[in-house]
């Protein structure tokens, strides 16, 4: 196993980790009895958090798996800026939490949404550091990357990062259609999904 895969097996532990914690906040209704339909029609912002969560940390999951498969070496620095990435994953059970407990409140809504976004722009972040850590030498990249047309991608993940500071102040607005709003962009990276440029395809 080289020095990426071992980056990598250790990152698919951590996303498999998190994605699976996300089930844990949808509760069994106690002693619902005859209500038992109404009551779980009543937790609907838990389904809602659920789904949407689960898209952002497999499509981040996605993405991170294709950007490992060219990487044949690593470095401290790489290591360093996929643990923060890592973090991020990590911590999305929680504000995914907040979102289904609190959807359906006024200013708690609110707050609620901010802080979810507040979580996707910092792991959005990371996620740029990380490719642009890759590409500013190109010497971690095997040799089938062409590492000029990986460098210009640069300015992609620039502009993808302002649709999650956009969604921070959505958050203000309405919590559910921030929440929808995250559901969209992790759709969107899922069909556009990170190519890494080869010398082949050039």
């Known amino acids: 196993m080289n020095e990426s895969s071992r980056v990598e097996a250790f990152s698919d532990g951590v996303f498999a980790i998190a994605i699976t914690l996300l089930i844990l906040e949808i509760k069994v209704p106690p002693h619902a009895g005859d209500h038992l339909w109404s009551d779980l029609g009543h937790q609907w912002p838990s389904y809602a958090a659920y789904v949407v969560s689960f898209l952002v940390i497999g499509i981040m999951w996605v ?5 490992f498969s060219y990487v044949a070496r690593v470095d401290r620095t790489l290591m360093f800026l996929n643990l923060l990435l890592l973090m991020t994953v990590a911590a999305i059970p929680w504000p995914a939490g ?5 959807l359906r409140e006024d200013n708690a809504s609110h707050v609620a949404a901010a802080v979810y976004s507040g979580l996707m722009v910092v792991m959005a972040l990371n996620f740029q550091a990380l490719w642009w850590h890759v590409t ?17 991608t640069r300015a992609r993940f620039a502009l993808g990062s302002l649709a999650y500071p956009a969604t921070v102040l959505l958050a203000f607005v309405s919590a559910p259609l921030t929440l929808a709003a995250h559901g969209v962009i992790a759709v969107y990276y899922g069909f556009n999904q990170l190519r890494i440029p080869t010398k082949e395809a050039a």
């Open 136 to 152: 500013r030498t190109g010497h971690l990249f095997d040799d089938r990357v062409d590492f000029a047309a990986a460098r210009a």
């Open 98 to 102: 907040l979102m289904a407990e609190y």
């Open 63 to 67: 993405n991170h798996h294709t950007l």
